[in-house]
């Protein structure tokens, strides 16, 4: 299966894990129209690709993404903005923030230069974030009289109500260390070489999982905040029975009591 053509990302395939490139860093890679669609039909597609174990999400030019598209909401109040698009682009965006957070891959968000706003509501979905020492971070959208809506959920899940609710309200600016010591970011890293050597520790950690049994796990903790007790119950005792009857259960236990590798994890590096 063929990935989807793209013009606001370059995508690299390699060994099971597919690098996702925003390739506008004259314009500091912003969340355009074009990129978020181009985002959204991604994960539709990578939602079918199980061959593919984990996404990596950088910034060309040394900088992860400014945000939202700031010219073309300026050059929507010029034009006397009808308040119908505004929501529908809001709900475009809000699509693709959830389609982010659910892809059944394991993700990893690469910040460098700056992840803001937006940027930093997409760096929240990531399961793993890796960041440059000279990264920084901002919820900017309220110093502009705008609100960070749709990743608001994302940040809450990651940070926790306090620490979002604060650097929601404030727009406070982060470098990486403050990030990382708030929730937001998972390792703090030197430059290219220390970026090169995070991924090799994030491929080698995940070669060991079962890629279907991620999958279901992710799909189980995206449903966690909406559920009673009683379904979470139940959705878990569903969920563990498929995973315990399935290929990859059979073949995981087999292993274990063989003690050799299961198949998904031949040829990796111990």
């Known amino acids: 299966m063929e990935l989807p053509a793209t013009d606001t990302l370059d995508l690299e395939l390699a060994n099971g894990w597919l690098t996702v490139w925003f390739n506008d860093p004259s314009r500091r890679n912003p969340l355009t129209a074009a990129r978020t669609a181009e985002l959204l039909a991604l994960a539709g597609h990578l939602a079918r690709r199980r061959d593919i174990r984990g996404v990596v999400f950088r910034g060309r030019g040394g900088i992860f993404s400014a945000g939202g598209d700031l010219k073309a909401f300026q050059a929507a109040f010029q034009g006397q903005a009808d308040r119908e698009a505004v929501r529908r682009a809001s709900l475009e965006g809000g699509a693709m923030f959830n389609a982010l957070a659910r892809l059944p891959q394991f993700t990893v968000m690469v ?3 700056a992840a803001m706003a937006g940027g930093l509501g997409l760096a929240a979905t990531g399961d793993l974030v890796i960041a440059d020492r000279g990264a920084r971070f901002s919820l900017s959208e309220t110093r502009i009289g705008l609100t960070p809506a749709q990743i608001a959920p ?10 979002a609710r604060r650097l929601m309200l404030t727009g406070t600016m982060m470098d990486a260390p403050r990030a990382q010591v708030l929730g937001l970011v998972d390792e703090v890293v030197e430059g290219e070489a220390g970026i090169a050597a995070a991924l090799v520790r994030a491929r080698a950690d995940l070669a060991a999982a079962a890629p279907g049994a991620v999958a279901a796990i992710k799909a189980q903790l995206a449903l966690l905040p909406g559920q009673t007790p009683e379904d979470r119950a ?8 498929d995973r315990m009857l399935s290929a990859e259960g059979h073949e995981g236990i087999a292993a274990f009591f063989e003690k050799r590798k299961p198949a998904w994890a031949e040829g990796e590096e111990s």
């Open 111 to 113: 910040i460098e230069g």
């Open 154 to 163: 994302h940040l809450v899940a990651r940070l926790g109500m306090v620490v």
């Open 234 to 241: 139940i959705f878990a005792a569903d969920s563990f029975a």
